[in-house]
């Protein structure tokens, strides 16, 4: 298996098949199962599956072997809008909100002239 940074952006793309085929030996079936909604894939279907994060990047969980699962792709998307709204959920509209805001507003020196947004897709597409 090919090493990762763990602060990589995303998995090494050959990390699909390995972990198609390490969860088909250890089940032993022959399709693999999207732990959210259950539909199975074979072998000729690996296309339609996408590497995830178990515990999100963007919340500060590693890329590696071991925070690594397959996903359909309509899994992943829905995974990655809940939880967006989770976090929103979780930071509320109050000053807990405004407090987390301006710490990391603070803490990340942005050139001046762009939005956080643009920086953060910024730092992701560059790297
Ligand atoms: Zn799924």
Request: with cysteine.
């Amino acid at each position: 298996m090919k090493f990762c940074d763990p602060t990589a952006r995303v998995f090494p793309r050959d990390w699909v098949s390995t972990y198609f085929r390490h969860n088909l030996s250890k089940t032993g079936k022959d399709h693999y199962e999207c732990p959210i909604c259950k539909t199975c894939f074979d072998h000729t279907q690996i296309d339609c599956l996408c590497g995830d994060h178990i515990w999100p990047y963007s919340l500060m969980g590693e890329t590696s072997w071991d925070n690594y699962q397959l996903l359909c792709r309509t899994c992943n998307v829905r995974k990655k809008n809940f939880i967006n709204n989770e976090v929103r959920k979780v930071l509320g509209d109050g000053s807990f909100r405004g407090m987390v805001f301006k710490y990391i507003k603070d803490s990340i020196n942005i050139p001046y002239g762009i939005s956080l947004d643009e920086y953060i897709c910024f730092k992701h597409t560059t790297r």
